[in-house]
T-cell receptor, first 114, second 113 residues
Framework: IAGITQAPTSQILAAGRRMTLRCTQDMRHNAMYWYRQDLGLGLRLIHYSNTAGTTGKGEVPDGYSVSRANTDDFPLTLASAVPSQTSVYFC?????????????FGPGTRLTVL | AQKITQTQPGMFVQEKEAVTLDCTYDTSDQSYGLFWYKQPSSGEMIFLIYQGSYDEQNATEGRYSLNFQKARKSANLVISASQLGDSAMYFCASNTGGFKTIFGAGTRLFVKA
């Protein structure tokens, strides 16, 4: 593994189903993030974690939950998917939360909710 | 609240010429960071360049430079000697020292041969 991996690459999901998007990093970064990317809106932060065991809400957290059991993994769960959650989801990490740290991104997961 | 504005949805540039992608930001914080990311058609997000609000010199990274005008709250990306591989979506982003990085809507750059 090099950098950040995400799984699955893409998924088509029926509305109402539960789905977990996986994210793993091997850089031992403290901070991890989940974004969604929608056309014309750029990237919007869903949830973040500044260290294992702690998480926080971003700009658009409703309908999503996260956990951070260890440094490397940061899964995003949609408890009951809705069509408005159709998007491309990016996981990212950085050494810290402060403004000077660049973020490293995973390849993304394209999710379609029907 | 932070806000990033990228007013150019799409830009065309001739290969080997320079191009400027505009970005203005809105923050009341004194300490903040500004970033540019590139997203090729393959979809991954690639970090290009960073400018801190207290940095007096404009940041440069190879063919990329950031034209930082603090009073005007602008952080334009300049790409010199454009290459076909520069065709991509470009995002400006800002962070005021916490967890929240705000991204602009992006500018799609097309490099013509």
């Amino acid at each position: 593994i090099a950098g950040i991996t995400q799984a699955p690459t893409s998924q088509i999901l029926a509305a109402g189903r539960r789905m977990t998007l996986r994210c793993t990093q091997d850089m031992r970064h403290n901070a991890m993030y989940w974004y969604r990317q929608d056309l014309g809106l750029g990237l919007r932060l869903i949830h973040y974690s500044n260290t294992a065991g702690t998480t926080g809400k971003g700009e658009v957290p409703d309908g999503y939950s996260v956990s951070r059991a260890n440094t490397d993994d940061f899964p995003l769960t949609l408890a009951s998917a809705v069509p408005s959650q159709t998007s491309v989801y990016f996981c990212a990490s950085s050494e810290g939360l402060a403004g000077g740290y660049e973020q490293f991104f995973g390849p993304g997961t394209r999710l379609t909710v029907l | 609240a932070q806000k990033i504005t990228q007013t150019q949805p799409g830009m065309f540039v001739q290969e080997k010429e320079a191009v400027t992608l505009d970005c203005t930001y809105d923050t009341s914080d004194q300490s903040y960071g500004l970033f540019w990311y590139k997203q090729p058609s393959s979809g991954e997000m690639i970090f290009l360049i960073y400018q801190g609000s207290y940095d007096e010199q404009n940041a440069t990274e190879g063919r990329y430079s950031l034209n930082f005008q603090k009073a005007r709250k602008s952080a334009n990306l300049v790409i010199s000697a454009s290459q076909l591989g520069d065709s991509a979506m470009y995002f400006c982003a800002s962070n005021t020292g916490g967890f929240k990085t705000i991204f602009g809507a992006g500018t799609r750059l097309f490099v013509k041969a």
